[in-house]
């Protein structure tokens, strides 16, 4: 069983950036990949961001490609998205994703959910 916690959301202007972190719980963190969705109002959950267990491969949304950048830090069991150039129409609820697999995780099937962190961008 794996548990996600994300943390590092809040609200920023257009143009500025932020960095949301999931913290992971279990001592296989190392073998999981790991992805970011959102959710905004009105809207269904889409991909965001996937990083594979060793952190070789990665995969973005065009939506998000050359703004945002997925990392991980396996020492510290935890994942990170950092935000930049920020849009307000990248206001939404960000949630982590985790599982064996990084293809289950971009088509979101993926066994495991954070509870999600707000982030809101204002014009």
């Known amino acids: 069983q794996v548990q996600l916690i994300e943390s590092g959301g809040g609200l920023v202007q257009a143009g500025g950036s932020l960095r949301l972190s999931c913290a992971a719980s279990?001592?296989?963190?190392?073998?999981?990949?790991m992805g970011w969705f959102r959710q905004a109002p009105g809207k269904e959950r889409e991909f965001v961001a996937a990083?594979?267990?060793?952190?070789?491969?990665?995969n973005y949304a065009d939506s998000v490609k050359g703004r945002y950048t997925i990392s991980r830090d396996d020492a510290k069991s935890t994942v990170y998205l950092q935000m930049n150039s920020l849009k307000p129409e990248d206001t939404a609820v960000y949630y982590c994703?985790?599982?064996?697999?990084?293809?289950?995780?971009?088509?979101?099937?993926?066994?495991?959910w954070g509870q999600g962190t707000q982030v809101t961008v204002s014009s």
């Open positions: 994703a985790a599982d064996r697999w990084r293809l289950r995780v971009v088509s979101g099937k993926n066994d495991y």
């Open positions: 279990g001592r296989t963190f190392s073998s999981y990949a």
């Open positions: 990083i594979s267990s060793g952190g070789g491969t990665t």
